[in-house]
């Protein structure tokens, strides 16, 4: 491992309470989870619809983002393209520039901690504020989100109550849940009507009508895309659907795979900007499409299943990686499963090609994903490309991995398992000299014991047992 | 910018894939009748914490103004160009609710809307039963932040209009044909698990949702 997953990892499996606090949270989420799909068979037919819906998406995607940009138009929504995170910041800024933006609200957005958005533009001297509450508080603390769909779930009540009393000493302490929220609603109130622009992610484009769609439960994505006179949603050019007919099915998925949930409080679908008449509504609205190495993860057959995601967390939900370290440890915008395999392939091989090792491939993912994207193949896929040197595939990278100790030691270990004769020696040998063979195998031993060689190979115990091989 | 877009489109252009197989899409529906489909509704939006009522043509203004009365609420933002605004001016007046018409563009009012308003009232485009959803297209006359700025939320739903999921919605209501500006789905009070995954209600939106069901 590397020295900042490493300590990172370190980090995480030193605190218990962090620990503690994951495995419950994630415990009552698969069981959310499990109570909203209480039929198997419909829910396996529902993920199979989920992912052929993203897969004809994927199929057609250079003409369905045409499609949708030509809608957009019509309707009134300015679309941008950036190639990477830097041109899509630089392009939201000049936006916000051109309208003399001073202070803007958020709504929650992946992509724009992608971008590292809000750090952009304070460093230009906009004030970005987060209104999504678990955004807001991490946004107090200075941290980055540890969960796609929860951004704040590392912090205990405690936490939050400490921090809300460090940043508001004129608001009284209080550790009630309620009360908090209170807090929260009543700053970020007045932080609605006064600001300049709002920014907002998107969970699905509509090529079919043109239309941005919103899923949450605060109504603080509502507040953003609505309140200011100025609208600019940032996204992935993965995100567009063929026909609105697919919303239903992918917006199920997305909220009952998520929290549990059948439907979120608040789904918001947006067609343009005000029209004349309308008395609320942004005046102008604007989208980013940010493509940012999603077009070259495109070009690999089996890779391209990682752009059918849907963002809905039930990954790393079930990860048993992810519930010991939380999201913080992978040092990446997108933690667990998803990140694991999103993450190489954006940021390359050479740095962040240990993500896709950091899995016992239990396969947990695979079984619950929404749009059946075979989590587990493709790490599989990732650890392959790490090491490979044909020099083809797409993958940033590759290669890079490959260490000259494991493979001599392949080398060898495939040598000896194609000559029988050569082989059986060997395996006798390590039976009957197993008490001298080391009991230090690096990390593995610091804290297990090594592995013991039986006395006798399986193979002559079988062969006992009067079994033949075929 | 436009390069960036040539580049982009270029790319996936330049990747060819077998075509697959058609998408072949499906309408999910069940068969509820009417009452089965007010039921189900009820029920999700009970679940919710949304407060159901069923009223009728002659009685919803005085349950309204019964529960708003309940609540504490001194005034009540409604769409006066309704034909429900049109119902409450005349019936409501009396009741020492002050009604308080969305006419303006909020620029010319934030403050007021946003600090003064107690509750508002809408209608909606109907509701759906699988979930408990309503249905809102905001307009010119029922503009948006009606149903989000004030703490409490009345709608008024005909029973008719319960359609048995949003994917028959779509479907029957011929959504694909001309959306409007805005459209939602509103599926119980504004709520948040961000502190410890505990439920707290009104977190940006309205802590009361009120439902009003007229057969
Ligand atoms: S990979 Fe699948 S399970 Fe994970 S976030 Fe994406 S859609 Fe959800």
């Known amino acids: 491992m590397s020295g900042e997953f490493h300590d990172g990892v370190v980090k995480a499996l030193g605190d218990d309470a962090l620990r503690q606090h994951l495995r419950r949270a994630m415990d009552s989420l698969i069981a959310k989870r499990l109570a909203v799909f209480p039929d198997q068979d419909a829910l396996q037919e529902l993920r199979r619809y989920g992912m052929a819906i993203r897969g004809n998406a994927l199929s057609k995607l250079p003409q369905l983002l045409e499609r949708f940009e030509a809608r957009c138009e019509e309707n009134g929504i300015h679309v941008h393209w950036a190639e990477t995170t830097d041109e899509a910041n630089k392009t939201v800024f000049e936006i916000l520039q051109s309208h003399d933006v001073k202070r803007l609200v958020k709504g929650k957005s992946m992509v724009s901690e992608e971008m590292g958005l809000n750090h952009f533009l304070e460093a230009k001297g906009i004030e970005c504020l987060e209104s999504d509450l678990g955004e807001f508080i991490i946004q107090l603390a200075g941290e980055t989100p540890s969960h796609i769909v929860m951004p704040a779930l590392h912090k205990s009540k405690q936490e939050i109550a400490e921090l809300f009393h460090e940043k508001f000493p004129d608001i009284p302490y209080s550790d009630d849940v309620d009360e908090l929220t209170a807090v929260a609603r009543g700053i970020l109130r007045e932080k609605f009507m006064q600001a300049d622009a709002g920014i907002s992610g998107v969970n699905f484009l509509i090529a079919e009508t043109g239309t941005l769609c919103l899923v949450e439960n605060e109504g603080n994505g509502r507040m953003s895309t609505t309140v200011p006179p100025l609208h600019i949603a940032v996204t992935g050019i993965e995100k567009v659907v063929e026909e609105l007919a697919d919303v239903p099915p992918l917006l199920s998925l997305l909220t009952r795979s998520a929290t549990g949930q059948p439907i979120t409080t608040y789904f918001n679908m947006i067609k343009g900007p005000r029209q004349p008449g309308e008395k609320d509504g942004p005046q102008e609205v604007h989208l980013v499409l940010l493509d940012n190495g999603r077009s070259r993860i495109f070009a690999d057959e089996e890779l391209q299943a990682t752009l059918r995601c849907i963002r809905c967390g039930a990954c790393i939900n079930h990860c048993p990686i992810y519930t010991r370290l939380g999201g913080h440890a992978y040092g990446t915008v997108y933690p667990g499963p998803i990140g694991s395999i999103l993450e190489p392939q954006k940021e390359g091989l050479e740095r962040l090609g240990e993500l896709a090792e950091a899995s016992t491939l239990c396969g947990a993912c695979g079984e619950v994903c929404p749009v059946r994207i075979p989590i587990p193949k493709l790490l599989n896929r990732l650890r392959w490309e790490g090491v490979r040197r044909d020099g083809t595939g797409e993958t940033s990278g590759q290669g890079r991995r490959r260490k000259h100790s494991e493979s001599l030691a392949w080398k060898a270990w495939s040598s000896l398992a194609s000559r029988p004769a050569l082989y059986r020696i060997a395996v006798k040998s390590a039976c009957r000299f197993r008490r001298m063979l080391p009991q230090q195998l690096g990390p593995w031993t610091h804290v297990r014991k090594a592995p013991e060689i039986a006395e006798k190979p399986l193979r002559e115990l079988v062969e006992v047992q009067g079994l033949t091989d075929e | 910018m436009n390069e960036s877009r040539r580049q982009i489109l270029d790319r996936l252009r330049a ?201």
């Open chain 2, 15 to 215: 990747v060819s894939r077998e075509e697959g197989g058609v998408l072949q899409r499906r309408v999910d529906r069940r068969v509820w009748n009417q009452d089965e489909k007010v039921q189900r509704f009820a029920e999700c939006m009970s679940a919710v914490r949304a407060e159901v009522y069923r009223t009728s043509e002659v009685s919803w203004v005085n349950d309204l103004q019964r529960i708003l009365k309940s609540k504490g609420a001194g005034n009540l933002l409604y769409a006066p160009a309704k034909a429900h605004g049109k119902l409450l001016r005349e019936d409501l007046s009396s009741s020492g609710i002050e009604l308080v018409p969305y006419d303006l563009e909020v620029e010319r009012w934030k403050r007021r809307l946003f600090e003064q308003m107690d509750a508002s009232i809408t209608g909606c485009r109907g509701a759906i039963a699988e979930t408990g959803s309503l249905i809102l297209w905001p307009d010119e006359d029922e503009p948006r932040l009606l149903s989000l700025i004030p703490p409490i939320h009345c709608v008024l739903l005909r029973a008719e209009q319960i359609y048995s999921t949003f994917s028959e919605a779509i479907d029957i209501q011929g959504w694909a044909d001309g959306m409007p500006t805005n459209a939602l789905l509103i599926s119980g009070p504004s709520k948040s698990a961000d502190i410890a995954q505990v439920l707290a209600y009104g977190v940006h939106g309205p802590k009361s949702l009120v439902i009003l069901i007229i057969p």
